[in-house]
């Protein structure tokens, strides 16, 4: 069973950029399209980004379009989420999922990891 570990959150300003990374172990993660995910404090957890298994493609959350840039390394079994001009509704705990793209949406297809504190301030 893959396991996934989210890492590279912390405390930002806003302005600020953080980049933060997903490990798997277990299993291979370029087998699966991947994504990212949020959840704010006190709210349902929320699409953040997900890119196909090969690179080719990669679909943004309006809310992050132009700010978030979501990449991958196959070889060394990690994600990515560059995150810049960091905005104080930024602030959730981050997680990695692979997904499939079911209807008009992207669906999770594995067990959530522990996730990623992004804290960003005023």
């Known amino acids: 069973q893959v396991q996934l570990v989210e890492s590279g959150g912390g405390l930002v300003q806003a302005g600020g950029s953080l980049r933060l990374s997903c490990a798997a172990s277990g299993s291979t993660l370029s087998r699966n399209a991947m994504g990212w995910f949020r959840q704010p404090p006190g709210q349902e957890r929320v699409f953040v980004a997900a890119?196909?298994?090969?690179?080719?493609?990669?679909d943004y959350a309006d809310s992050v379009k132009g700010r978030f840039t979501i990449s991958r390394d196959n070889a060394k079994n990690l994600l990515y989420l560059q995150m810049n001009s960091l905005k104080p509704e930024d602030t959730a705990v981050y997680y990695c999922?692979?997904?499939?793209?079911?209807?008009?949406?992207?669906?999770?297809?594995?067990?959530w990891g522990q996730g990623t504190q992004v804290t960003v301030s005023s």
């Open positions: 890119i196909t298994w090969d690179d080719s493609s990669a």
């Open positions: 999922n692979a997904v499939r793209f079911y209807g008009n949406s992207w669906s999770v297809i594995g067990s």
